[in-house]
């Protein structure tokens, strides 16, 4: 079997005979029919052809096949995966596609911020119940999924954004399943080449393949990856029905970051790891949040379930709102900017940024004070990414 950064770079032929060494883009609305029989046969999906690319494009197709086999290498899984136009609209194409009213939604606050925002402004109006539990504390969770109704999906993000708290896949899949749940996990801080969740036993994977699949930060996009083929039919509906579709240009771009993936993540791993280290010894900061250090709780889990601590550093500047802003305002090389997994260095404000429409009290048990920053560490030289945090921090 071929490594997993062999796949990341192997491209496949959509089309029969032809030699492009890279993707093509079928940038084309449509596809034609030989004849009327042949357009009934792919009206009625009796025949894979592709002809309208809202419902399917061959460009598309091959990254999305790519996604999958990453999500399932080395599990005896054979994966599927559907590409989305968006990180959100991955995630609002698969709960309306198999959820409905009655239906409930268990998941944690500390998840992406939009995220929560969708769950209760669009969801939850529908008649679809979003109940909140803490999935460190299995008893909680299990006392939860035994009280609501209707179909359950249950919503993780491990490590969480942007305290990094990590949740043991294993454990939650089995309680899940035990109860009759589905469990859905955004994998978007780790990608497959760090934590590969089917290996755990859940069934969804969702991507913002705007964030490290793609890496760039060139590209909006999302993924949802899953097993079982009925659920295949219902997601790729609602994905066809809501209009929620990945274009050609995205997949192909999604496809050019595909290929560096892993010599990418080891960079901003290792560069992430030594700025947290760094950073924990600084006499301005009064706490950091990465998994490699032996200071966080949840270290032995993140070493048991990814493999590497991925490029995610959140850290506590001391004295609060006002230090923290003197802080990203004194940044001159890296970027205040609210998405991560770039080549750069970003630097965000979750309390003022990406969670300031989630309930103050909700951020607030979940660690997001106001004098929290997170860092997406990038790939530049350390020692660059390093001279401006210190020089920012101060004496
Ligand atoms: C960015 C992000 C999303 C949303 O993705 P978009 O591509 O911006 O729509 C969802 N989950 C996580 C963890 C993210 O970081």
Same mark, same amino acid.
């Given at each position: ?18 030699? *492009? ?25 009796? +025949?894979?052809?592709?002809?309208? *690319? ?22 005896? !899984? ?12 991955? &995630? +609002? ?13 268990? %998941?944690?606050?500390? &998840?992406?911020?939009?995220? %929560? ?33 209707? +179909?359950? /999906?249950?919503?993780?993000?491990? @490590?969480?954004? @942007? ?5 043991? !896949? ?26 590969? @969740? ?10 913002? %393949? %705007? ?42 771009? &999604? ?39 032996? +200071?966080?709780?949840?270290?032995? !889990? ?90 920012? /921090?101060?004496?």
């Amino acid at each position: 079997m071929k490594s997993f950064a062999t796949l990341c770079i192997e491209d496949p032929r959509p089309l029969e005979g032809v030699r *492009s060494t890279n993707l093509p883009i079928y940038a084309t609305s449509s596809f034609y029919f030989d004849d009327v029989a042949q357009s009934q046969l792919a009206f009625t999906g009796k +025949s894979p052809q592709p002809f309208y *690319s809202r419902y399917s494009n061959p460009t598309v197709e091959a990254v999305s096949d790519k996604i999958a086999r990453l999500e399932g290498f080395c599990t005896d !899984l054979e994966p599927w995966a559907v590409l989305t136009s968006s990180g959100m609209s991955a &995630i +609002s194409t698969l709960v309306l596609g198999v959820l409905k009213a009655g239906d409930t939604i268990i %998941t944690q606050g500390n &998840i992406y911020g939009g995220t %929560t925002e969708l769950f209760e402004k669009v969801v939850r109006p529908l008649g679809v119940e979003v109940v909140y539990v803490d999935f460190q504390n299995m008893d909680q969770v299990g006392q939860k999924i035994s009280e609501v109704n209707g +179909s359950k /999906l249950v919503f993780a993000e491990t @490590p969480s954004n @942007p305290a990094l708290d990590c949740i043991d !896949l294993g454990a939650l899949c089995k309680l899940s399943h035990g109860m009759g749940a589905k469990v859905v996990v955004d994998n978007t801080f780790c990608t497959p080449y760090l934590q590969r @969740p089917f290996a755990f036993g859940v069934d969804f994977i969702i991507h913002s %393949t %705007t964030k490290f699949l793609h890496g760039h930060g060139s590209s909006t996009a999302g993924a949802i990856v899953g097993a079982d083929l009925d659920i295949r039919k219902r997601v790729w509906e609602s994905m066809k029905l809501l209009g929620t579709n990945c274009s050609p240009f995205e997949a192909w771009m &999604i496809n050019m970051g595909l290929k560096t993936l892993t010599i990418r993540m080891d960079k901003h791993c290792a560069n992430a790891m030594e700025i947290a280290k760094r950073l924990e010894n600084h006499h301005n900061v009064l706490k950091v949040n990465y998994n490699s250090l032996a +200071s966080h709780p949840y270290h032995e !889990l993140a070493k048991k379930q990814m493999s590497q601590f991925g490029a995610m550093v959140s850290f506590e500047v001391k004295g609060g709102l006002e230090k923290a802003s003197n802080f990203m305002n004194q940044l001159q090389h890296c970027m205040l900017a609210p998405t991560l997994g770039d080549t750069h260095t970003l630097v965000l404000h979750p309390s003022g940024m990406s969670h300031i429409n989630v309930d103050k009290a909700i951020r607030e048990a979940n660690g997001i004070t106001d004098g929290l920053v997170r860092l997406s560490v990038g790939i530049e030289d350390v020692e660059d990414i390093w001279m401006d945090l210190e020089r920012a /921090l101060g004496n």
